[in-house]
Nanobody, 115 residues
Framework: QVQLVESGGGLVQAGGSLRLACAVS????????MGWYRQAPGKQRELVAE???????NYADSVKGRFTISRDNAKNTVFLQMNSLKPEDTGVYYC?????????WGQGTQVTVSS
């Protein structure tokens, strides 16, 4: 009933920038927190950034000062601006949306940062 489509991933050199977007369609009422997670090869999925409907944004310590999460509620879209990218940022980035008390996940988009 809820579909998430990520875009904006790709290959970039260290120090470069990318902007990810996640558009939500289907049943879009009752959306609360929206966020981004990532999974590097051989590692568990981890929180990158989260933006609740109200309150402060949350960032992983490793991305503070470099990444910025934002949302456009009218378009049901969440963004992740990634600056000063490092090779350790490489991984599959997943969009997550909390609707009511259920989490919904996108298919993921690959981000590769070369040294």
């Amino acid at each position: 009933q809820v579909q998430l489509v990520e875009s904006g991933g790709g290959l970039v050199q260290a120090g470069g920038s990318l902007r990810l977007a996640c558009a939500v369609s289907g049943s879009t009422s009752g959306i609360n927190a929206m966020g981004w997670y990532r999974q590097a090869p051989g590692k568990q999925r981890e929180l990158v950034a989260e933006i609740p409907s109200g309150g402060s944004t949350n960032y992983a310590d490793s991305v503070k000062g470099r990444f910025t999460i934002s949302r456009d509620n009218a378009k049901n879209t969440v963004f992740l601006q990634m600056n000063s990218l490092k090779p350790e940022d490489t991984g599959v980035y997943y969009c997550k949306v909390e609707r009511w008390w259920t989490d919904y996940w996108g298919q993921g988009t690959q981000v590769t940062v070369s040294s």
